[in-house]
Protein backbone atom coordinates (compact mmCIF):
# COMPACT_ATOMS: atom_id res chain seq x y z
CA UNK A 1 0.00 0.00 0.00
CA UNK A 2 0.96 3.78 -0.23
CA UNK A 3 2.07 5.24 2.92
CA UNK A 4 3.97 8.94 3.28
CA UNK A 5 7.75 8.34 3.95
CA UNK A 6 8.28 11.67 4.85
CA UNK A 7 6.60 14.51 6.54
CA UNK A 8 6.73 16.96 3.37
CA UNK A 9 4.47 13.90 1.76
CA UNK A 10 2.16 13.47 4.71
CA UNK A 11 1.71 17.32 4.83
CA UNK A 12 0.83 17.03 1.21
CA UNK A 13 -2.20 14.51 2.04
CA UNK A 14 -3.23 17.00 4.70
CA UNK A 15 -3.69 19.71 2.42
CA UNK A 16 -5.26 17.44 -0.25
CA UNK A 17 -7.74 16.53 2.36
CA UNK A 18 -8.66 19.89 3.65
CA UNK A 19 -8.47 21.01 -0.38
CA UNK A 20 -11.39 17.78 -0.87
CA UNK A 21 -13.20 18.51 2.28
CA UNK A 22 -13.99 22.02 1.15
CA UNK A 23 -14.98 21.16 -2.23
CA UNK A 24 -17.06 18.07 -2.46
CA UNK A 25 -20.62 20.51 -1.56
CA UNK A 26 -19.39 22.34 -4.73
CA UNK A 27 -21.38 19.17 -6.34
CA UNK A 28 -24.50 20.37 -4.85
CA UNK A 29 -24.72 23.41 -6.22
CA UNK A 30 -24.68 21.22 -10.20
CA UNK A 31 -28.21 20.25 -8.61
CA UNK A 32 -30.85 23.15 -8.75
CA UNK A 33 -33.86 22.36 -6.77
CA UNK A 34 -32.24 19.39 -5.50
CA UNK A 35 -32.96 18.14 -2.13
CA UNK A 36 -30.16 17.95 -0.06
CA UNK A 37 -31.90 14.28 1.08
CA UNK A 38 -32.07 13.10 -2.27
CA UNK A 39 -28.56 14.33 -3.07
CA UNK A 40 -26.90 12.10 -0.18
CA UNK A 41 -27.85 8.79 -1.98
CA UNK A 42 -25.84 9.36 -4.44
CA UNK A 43 -23.31 10.75 -2.41
CA UNK A 44 -23.02 7.89 -0.15
CA UNK A 45 -22.88 5.64 -2.66
CA UNK A 46 -20.31 7.44 -4.67
CA UNK A 47 -18.16 7.84 -1.35
CA UNK A 48 -18.17 3.92 -0.73
CA UNK A 49 -17.43 2.87 -4.13
CA UNK A 50 -14.58 5.09 -4.69
CA UNK A 51 -13.52 3.88 -1.11
CA UNK A 52 -13.39 0.43 -2.98
CA UNK A 53 -11.36 1.88 -5.78
CA UNK A 54 -9.00 3.80 -4.19
CA UNK A 55 -8.57 0.32 -1.72
CA UNK A 56 -7.63 -1.37 -4.84
CA UNK A 57 -5.05 0.86 -6.36
CA UNK A 58 -3.25 3.17 -3.90
CA UNK A 59 -4.43 0.36 -0.81
CA UNK A 60 -2.18 -2.40 -2.98
CA UNK A 61 0.40 -0.86 -4.80
CA UNK A 62 3.94 -0.80 -3.25
CA UNK A 63 5.87 -2.70 -1.24
CA UNK A 64 4.68 -1.73 2.40
CA UNK A 65 2.33 -4.02 4.31
CA UNK A 66 -0.39 -5.94 2.74
CA UNK A 67 -2.39 -5.82 -0.48
CA UNK A 68 -5.88 -4.11 -0.14
CA UNK A 69 -8.04 -7.56 0.24
CA UNK A 70 -5.48 -8.75 2.15
CA UNK A 71 -5.60 -5.99 4.81
CA UNK A 72 -9.37 -6.40 4.78
CA UNK A 73 -9.51 -10.16 5.44
CA UNK A 74 -7.13 -9.65 8.38
CA UNK A 75 -8.62 -7.13 9.76
CA UNK A 76 -9.69 -7.67 13.71
CA UNK A 77 -13.63 -7.36 14.94
CA UNK A 78 -12.51 -4.16 17.02
CA UNK A 79 -10.96 -2.90 14.02
CA UNK A 80 -14.26 -3.03 12.29
CA UNK A 81 -15.97 -1.71 14.78
CA UNK A 82 -14.37 1.21 15.47
CA UNK A 83 -14.24 2.57 11.59
CA UNK A 84 -17.83 1.65 11.47
CA UNK A 85 -18.71 3.66 13.89
CA UNK A 86 -16.69 6.37 12.75
CA UNK A 87 -18.91 6.25 9.61
CA UNK A 88 -22.22 6.14 11.28
CA UNK A 89 -20.85 9.47 13.61
CA UNK A 90 -19.95 11.51 10.59
CA UNK A 91 -22.97 10.31 9.02
CA UNK A 92 -25.17 11.45 11.34
CA UNK A 93 -23.11 15.08 11.94
CA UNK A 94 -22.77 15.92 8.62
CA UNK A 95 -27.09 15.62 8.40
CA UNK A 96 -27.56 17.56 10.97
CA UNK A 97 -24.85 19.76 10.16
CA UNK A 98 -26.47 20.72 6.56
CA UNK A 99 -29.84 21.05 8.08
CA UNK A 100 -28.80 23.41 10.53
CA UNK A 101 -27.53 25.74 8.01
CA UNK A 102 -31.00 25.41 6.49
CA UNK A 103 -32.75 26.48 10.19
CA UNK A 104 -30.31 28.77 11.43
CA UNK A 105 -28.00 29.79 8.37
CA UNK A 106 -24.00 29.51 8.36
CA UNK A 107 -23.65 32.72 9.98
CA UNK A 108 -25.00 30.26 13.09
CA UNK A 109 -24.24 26.69 12.31
CA UNK A 110 -20.31 27.47 11.07
CA UNK A 111 -18.93 29.14 14.39
CA UNK A 112 -20.98 26.62 16.87
CA UNK A 113 -21.22 23.44 14.22
CA UNK A 114 -17.51 23.28 13.21
CA UNK A 115 -16.27 25.51 15.21
CA UNK A 116 -17.14 23.06 18.92
CA UNK A 117 -16.16 19.94 16.15
CA UNK A 118 -12.69 21.37 15.71
CA UNK A 119 -12.06 22.05 19.15
CA UNK A 120 -13.56 18.74 20.59
CA UNK A 121 -11.96 16.79 17.52
CA UNK A 122 -8.57 18.47 18.17
CA UNK A 123 -8.18 17.56 21.95
CA UNK A 124 -9.93 14.21 21.86
CA UNK A 125 -7.26 12.98 19.04
CA UNK A 126 -4.73 14.65 20.85
CA UNK A 127 -5.62 12.16 23.71
CA UNK A 128 -6.30 9.15 21.71
CA UNK A 129 -2.40 9.83 20.46
CA UNK A 130 -0.53 12.82 22.23
CA UNK A 131 1.92 13.94 19.34
CA UNK A 132 3.31 17.15 18.09
CA UNK A 133 4.32 20.64 20.10
CA UNK A 134 1.05 21.41 22.31
CA UNK A 135 1.74 24.60 22.65
CA UNK A 136 1.63 25.11 18.81
CA UNK A 137 -1.00 22.82 17.84
CA UNK A 138 -4.09 24.02 20.57
CA UNK A 139 -2.53 27.94 19.48
CA UNK A 140 -3.16 27.13 15.98
CA UNK A 141 -6.48 25.60 16.87
CA UNK A 142 -7.38 28.73 18.51
CA UNK A 143 -6.52 30.75 15.00
CA UNK A 144 -8.68 28.67 13.25
CA UNK A 145 -11.42 28.49 15.52
CA UNK A 146 -11.42 32.62 15.48
CA UNK A 147 -11.31 32.65 11.57
CA UNK A 148 -13.95 30.41 11.66
CA UNK A 149 -15.83 33.04 13.70
CA UNK A 150 -14.63 36.08 11.50
CA UNK A 151 -15.98 33.59 8.55
CA UNK A 152 -19.54 33.53 10.15
CA UNK A 153 -19.50 37.32 10.75
CA UNK A 154 -18.63 37.97 6.65
CA UNK A 155 -21.47 35.94 6.14
CA UNK A 156 -23.51 37.71 8.49
CA UNK A 157 -22.59 41.14 7.05
CA UNK A 158 -23.84 39.81 3.75
CA UNK A 159 -27.14 39.43 4.22
CA UNK A 160 -29.42 41.84 4.15
CA UNK A 161 -31.79 39.76 6.65
CA UNK A 162 -30.03 37.30 8.42
CA UNK A 163 -32.30 34.17 9.54
CA UNK A 164 -33.42 34.55 13.33
CA UNK A 165 -31.61 32.39 15.57
CA UNK A 166 -33.93 30.21 16.87
CA UNK A 167 -33.04 27.99 19.44
CA UNK A 168 -33.81 24.52 17.42
CA UNK A 169 -31.17 25.40 14.68
CA UNK A 170 -28.45 26.44 17.85
CA UNK A 171 -29.38 22.64 19.45
CA UNK A 172 -28.99 21.05 16.19
CA UNK A 173 -25.55 22.92 15.44
CA UNK A 174 -24.19 21.85 18.68
CA UNK A 175 -25.33 18.15 18.28
CA UNK A 176 -23.95 18.03 14.67
CA UNK A 177 -20.87 20.19 16.11
CA UNK A 178 -20.62 17.38 19.00
CA UNK A 179 -20.91 14.67 16.68
CA UNK A 180 -18.46 16.09 14.10
CA UNK A 181 -15.82 16.36 17.13
CA UNK A 182 -15.78 12.57 17.90
CA UNK A 183 -15.99 10.82 15.04
CA UNK A 184 -12.21 10.93 14.00
CA UNK A 185 -11.54 9.42 17.53
CA UNK A 186 -13.23 6.13 16.12
CA UNK A 187 -11.43 6.07 13.22
CA UNK A 188 -7.68 6.86 15.31
CA UNK A 189 -8.15 3.41 17.52
CA UNK A 190 -8.90 1.64 14.47
CA UNK A 191 -6.13 2.97 12.57
CA UNK A 192 -3.86 2.78 16.23
CA UNK A 193 -4.79 -0.78 16.17
CA UNK A 194 -3.92 -3.01 19.59
CA UNK A 195 -1.22 -5.18 20.78
CA UNK A 196 -3.17 -8.25 20.02
CA UNK A 197 -4.67 -6.75 16.82
CA UNK A 198 -2.53 -4.53 14.73
CA UNK A 199 -4.05 -2.18 12.02
CA UNK A 200 -4.73 -3.50 8.90
CA UNK A 201 -4.24 -0.04 7.67
CA UNK A 202 -5.55 3.53 6.51
CA UNK A 203 -7.11 1.84 2.95
CA UNK A 204 -9.74 -1.18 4.69
CA UNK A 205 -10.45 0.97 7.87
CA UNK A 206 -11.73 3.59 5.07
CA UNK A 207 -13.63 0.61 3.43
CA UNK A 208 -15.33 -0.04 7.29
CA UNK A 209 -15.76 3.86 8.00
CA UNK A 210 -17.61 3.84 4.32
CA UNK A 211 -19.85 0.82 5.18
CA UNK A 212 -20.50 2.55 8.64
CA UNK A 213 -21.86 5.75 6.40
CA UNK A 214 -23.79 3.81 3.71
CA UNK A 215 -25.73 1.46 6.14
CA UNK A 216 -26.42 4.40 8.77
CA UNK A 217 -27.76 7.10 5.86
CA UNK A 218 -30.85 4.11 4.94
CA UNK A 219 -32.47 4.92 8.93
CA UNK A 220 -31.13 8.69 9.18
CA UNK A 221 -32.09 9.78 5.64
CA UNK A 222 -35.17 8.23 5.38
CA UNK A 223 -36.02 10.23 8.50
CA UNK A 224 -34.93 13.54 7.78
CA UNK A 225 -36.83 13.06 4.35
CA UNK A 226 -39.99 12.21 6.59
CA UNK A 227 -39.53 15.27 8.68
CA UNK A 228 -37.11 17.60 7.61
CA UNK A 229 -35.62 19.37 10.35
CA UNK A 230 -35.39 22.35 8.06
CA UNK A 231 -39.37 22.92 8.34
CA UNK A 232 -40.09 22.50 4.69
CA UNK A 233 -42.38 19.80 3.49
CA UNK A 234 -41.56 16.02 3.62
CA UNK A 235 -39.23 15.03 0.60
CA UNK A 236 -40.55 12.17 -1.94
CA UNK A 237 -38.83 9.35 -2.47
CA UNK A 238 -40.10 9.36 -6.38
CA UNK A 239 -37.84 12.96 -6.49
CA UNK A 240 -34.85 10.69 -7.06
CA UNK A 241 -35.92 8.75 -9.72
CA UNK A 242 -37.37 11.77 -11.33
CA UNK A 243 -33.76 13.61 -11.21
CA UNK A 244 -31.48 14.14 -14.66
CA UNK A 245 -28.79 11.91 -14.38
CA UNK A 246 -26.24 14.61 -13.90
CA UNK A 247 -27.55 15.27 -10.80
CA UNK A 248 -27.00 11.30 -9.62
CA UNK A 249 -23.45 11.89 -11.43
CA UNK A 250 -22.87 14.85 -9.30
CA UNK A 251 -24.29 13.87 -5.65
CA UNK A 252 -21.58 10.28 -6.39
CA UNK A 253 -18.76 12.74 -7.37
CA UNK A 254 -19.17 14.65 -4.51
CA UNK A 255 -18.75 11.44 -2.13
CA UNK A 256 -15.72 10.09 -4.18
CA UNK A 257 -14.17 13.88 -3.75
CA UNK A 258 -14.88 13.38 -0.12
CA UNK A 259 -13.57 9.88 -0.12
CA UNK A 260 -10.37 11.04 -1.60
CA UNK A 261 -10.06 13.87 1.12
CA UNK A 262 -10.56 11.37 3.61
CA UNK A 263 -8.70 8.72 2.87
CA UNK A 264 -5.82 11.20 2.39
CA UNK A 265 -5.95 12.20 5.91
CA UNK A 266 -6.50 9.18 7.30
CA UNK A 267 -3.22 7.80 5.56
CA UNK A 268 -1.50 10.81 6.59
CA UNK A 269 -2.24 10.43 10.35
CA UNK A 270 -0.76 7.52 10.88
CA UNK A 271 2.44 8.69 9.30
CA UNK A 272 5.58 9.56 11.41
CA UNK A 273 5.51 12.92 13.32
CA UNK A 274 2.25 13.67 12.49
CA UNK A 275 -1.08 11.69 14.61
CA UNK A 276 -4.55 12.01 14.67
CA UNK A 277 -4.85 15.52 16.00
CA UNK A 278 -3.21 17.38 13.76
CA UNK A 279 -4.09 15.49 10.80
CA UNK A 280 -8.00 16.06 12.18
CA UNK A 281 -6.98 19.70 12.96
CA UNK A 282 -5.65 20.60 9.14
CA UNK A 283 -8.49 18.84 7.11
CA UNK A 284 -10.75 21.04 9.05
CA UNK A 285 -9.05 23.72 6.92
CA UNK A 286 -12.03 23.21 4.67
CA UNK A 287 -13.91 26.10 5.81
CA UNK A 288 -11.38 28.09 4.37
CA UNK A 289 -10.91 26.58 0.75
CA UNK A 290 -15.36 26.63 0.85
CA UNK A 291 -14.71 29.80 1.97
CA UNK A 292 -12.10 30.48 -1.50
CA UNK A 293 -14.82 28.75 -4.06
CA UNK A 294 -18.28 31.19 -2.59
CA UNK A 295 -15.42 34.43 -2.68
CA UNK A 296 -13.85 33.21 -6.34
CA UNK A 297 -16.05 31.03 -7.99
CA UNK A 298 -19.45 31.67 -7.06
CA UNK A 299 -19.26 35.37 -6.34
CA UNK A 300 -21.38 35.29 -3.25
CA UNK A 301 -19.79 38.58 -1.98
CA UNK A 302 -20.28 40.31 -5.00
CA UNK A 303 -21.72 43.77 -4.03
CA UNK A 304 -21.18 42.87 -0.07
CA UNK A 305 -20.44 45.83 1.80
CA UNK A 306 -16.84 46.83 2.59
CA UNK A 307 -17.21 45.28 6.40
CA UNK A 308 -17.87 41.58 5.43
CA UNK A 309 -14.99 41.69 2.88
CA UNK A 310 -13.12 43.06 5.83
CA UNK A 311 -13.98 40.20 7.59
CA UNK A 312 -13.09 37.77 5.16
CA UNK A 313 -9.38 39.58 4.56
CA UNK A 314 -9.53 38.82 8.32
CA UNK A 315 -10.52 35.15 8.15
CA UNK A 316 -7.37 34.30 5.90
CA UNK A 317 -4.94 35.74 7.79
CA UNK A 318 -6.27 34.09 10.91
CA UNK A 319 -6.32 30.50 9.00
CA UNK A 320 -3.12 31.07 7.54
CA UNK A 321 -1.72 31.42 10.43
CA UNK A 322 -3.36 28.58 12.22
CA UNK A 323 -2.94 26.05 10.11
CA UNK A 324 1.01 27.35 9.61
CA UNK A 325 1.20 26.71 13.89
CA UNK A 326 -0.72 23.13 13.52
CA UNK A 327 1.59 22.17 10.09
CA UNK A 328 4.84 23.43 12.62
CA UNK A 329 3.87 21.62 15.48
CA UNK A 330 5.08 17.81 14.52
CA UNK A 331 8.22 19.47 13.96
CA UNK A 332 9.00 20.89 17.31
Not at 71 to 81: K, Q
Not at 145 to 154: G, K, Q, R, W
Not at 223 to 231: F, I, R, T
Not at 249 to 265: H, R
Amino acid sequence: MFLPETYQAALALMILSMLCWGSWANTLKMCPRYRFQLFYWDYAIGLTVASIIIGHTAGSFGSVGPTFQNAVHSASTSTFVFAFIGGVVFNVANLLLVAAIDVAGLAVAFPVGIGLALVIGAVSNYLVAPAANPLLLFGGVALVAVAIVLDAAAYRSRESSAKATTVRGIVISLVAGVLMGCFYPFVAHALAGTPGNPSPGPYAVSLFFAIGLLISTVPANLLLMAKPLDGKPPVEGAGYWKAPLSWHIAGALGGAIWCVGGIANFVASGAHLVGPAVSYTIGQGATMVSACWGVFVWREFAGAPRTAKMLLFLMFIFFLMGLGAVALAPLY
